[in-house]
């Protein structure tokens, strides 16, 4: 299993970035991904998910402000962020969980600064 994101890095507040996240080593279209950030001093953070059914949700802190999309065909996950603040400045992660209970794999996260 590998999960790779990218697309991070420095934006200015109220800025745009979208994320990434490639998938191999399991079927894709069967995983329920996840996107989850962790900033410094804070626990990892659950922000957004997206089910095989493209059923969607997400955390009041992005709600509205950020959108998770997937692409069975490219086995990607991405996460378009608009409308960036200071606070959402972190390191996010990637994760697949295949089943109720499962133990979400993650990836090895990708950094975002959001500074003017």
């Known amino acids: 299993v590998q999960l790779v994101e990218s697309g991070g890095g420095l934006v200015q507040p109220g800025g745009s970035l979208r994320l990434s996240c490639a998938a191999s080593?399991?079927?894709?279209?069967?995983?329920?991904m996840k996107w989850a950030r962790q900033a410094p001093g804070k626990s990892r953070e659950l922000i957004a998910s997206i089910t095989g059914g493209y059923t969607t949700d997400y955390s009041d802190s992005v709600k509205g402000r950020f959108t998770i999309s997937r692409d069975n065909a490219k086995r990607t996950v991405m996460l378009q962020m608009d409308s960036l603040k200071p606070e959402d400045t972190a390191i996010y992660y990637c994760?697949?969980?295949?089943?109720?209970?499962?133990?979400?794999?993650w990836g090895q996260g990708t950094q975002v600064t959001v500074s003017s």
């Open positions: 994760a697949r969980v295949m089943y109720y209970g499962d133990d979400p794999y």
């Open positions: 080593g399991f079927t894709f279209s069967r995983a329920t």
